[in-house]
């Protein structure tokens, strides 16, 4: 009888730990997404900035873009984080999530919808991305890829970039690292995330929808 009950728990401690792979609402306060919105099925692309918070026992989605926010009650159901817009179903983005074997949550399909604009899309999908890869943007320079431009946030909230060596403009921080500078009329929008070891940032001006990326100077 010890015998057979001393197998008994080997088998059950050699047994792999079950993973739970239902992503919640809670999962996500832990990551914060991006991705690029294309009108009209593709030419330019707009930067969607997507990040949470919890007041209470609600969690909320804030959606940041270069000139718009927009604050939603998050709700995850069977996997599903869906955002209706304009709460009747005409304006969706649904991005159907999921865990790796290490609890990791990654975005299997994201989509958007628009009724009145069917061709609008997202693209290359979307990105979600831990907090940790995430800092502030105060107090750094960045100089442009394959370029000359350099911009600096300064540690009391003023901005300069090279575009403008006249000027000089400001910024706030919207979520971790994510930012919104002003500087001669112009709005610059975009985060700052450290990938491959390399701290850089993507940004987006007023009227120009080309998007940008810095690496850290």
């Given at each position: 009888m010890?015998?057979l009950?001393?197998?008994?728990?080997?088998?059950?401690?050699?047994?792999?730990?079950t993973?739970?792979t239902n992503?919640?609402?809670?999962?996500?306060?832990g990551?914060?997404?991006?991705?690029a919105?294309?009108?009209?099925?593709?030419?330019d692309?707009?930067?969607?900035?997507m990040?949470f918070?919890?007041?209470g026992?609600?969690?909320?989605?804030?959606?940041?873009?270069?000139?718009?926010?927009?604050i939603?009650?998050?709700?995850?159901e069977?996997?599903?984080l869906?955002?209706?817009?304009?709460?009747?179903?005409s304006?969706m983005y649904?991005?159907?999530l999921?865990?790796?074997?290490?609890?990791t949550?990654?975005?299997k399909?994201?989509?958007?919808?628009?009724?009145?604009?069917?061709n609008d899309?997202?693209g290359?999908?979307a990105?979600?991305?831990?907090?940790?890869?995430?800092?502030?943007v105060?107090?750094?320079?960045f100089?442009?890829v394959?370029?000359?431009?350099?911009?600096r946030?300064?540690?009391?909230?003023?901005?300069?970039?090279?575009?403008?060596?006249?000027?000089?403009?400001?910024y706030?921080e919207?979520?971790v690292g994510?930012?919104?500078a002003?500087?001669n009329?112009?709005t610059?929008?975009?985060?700052?995330?450290?990938?491959?070891g390399?701290?850089?940032?993507?940004?987006?001006?007023t009227?120009?929808f080309k998007?940008?990326?810095?690496?850290?100077?």
């Amino acid at each position: 009888m010890l015998i057979l009950s001393l197998s008994a728990c080997n088998r059950e401690n050699d047994e792999p730990e079950t993973i739970n792979t239902n992503v919640s609402a809670e999962d996500l306060l832990g990551y914060q997404m991006y991705w690029a919105l294309q009108f009209n099925g593709g030419g330019d692309s707009y930067i969607r900035f997507m990040y949470f918070d919890k007041t209470g026992n609600t969690i909320k989605a804030t959606i940041d873009g270069i000139n718009n926010r927009t604050i939603k009650e998050v709700k995850v159901e069977n996997n599903i984080l869906s955002i209706d817009l304009n709460n009747n179903g005409s304006v969706m983005y649904t991005f159907e999530l999921e865990k790796n074997n290490d609890g990791t949550v990654l975005v299997k399909s994201a989509k958007y919808y628009d009724i009145n604009h069917p061709n609008d899309k997202l693209g290359d999908g979307a990105g979600i991305i831990p907090l940790s890869k995430f800092s502030s943007v105060k107090g750094t320079t960045f100089k442009e890829v394959n370029g000359t431009t350099i911009i600096r946030f300064n540690a009391d909230n003023t901005f300069l970039s090279g575009q403008h060596p006249n000027n000089t403009g400001s910024y706030y921080e919207c979520g971790v690292g994510g930012f919104k500078a002003s500087i001669n009329n112009e709005t610059y929008f975009g985060f700052k995330l450290t990938e491959q070891g390399k701290l850089f940032i993507l940004l987006q001006y007023t009227g120009d929808f080309k998007i940008y990326s810095y690496e850290n100077y």
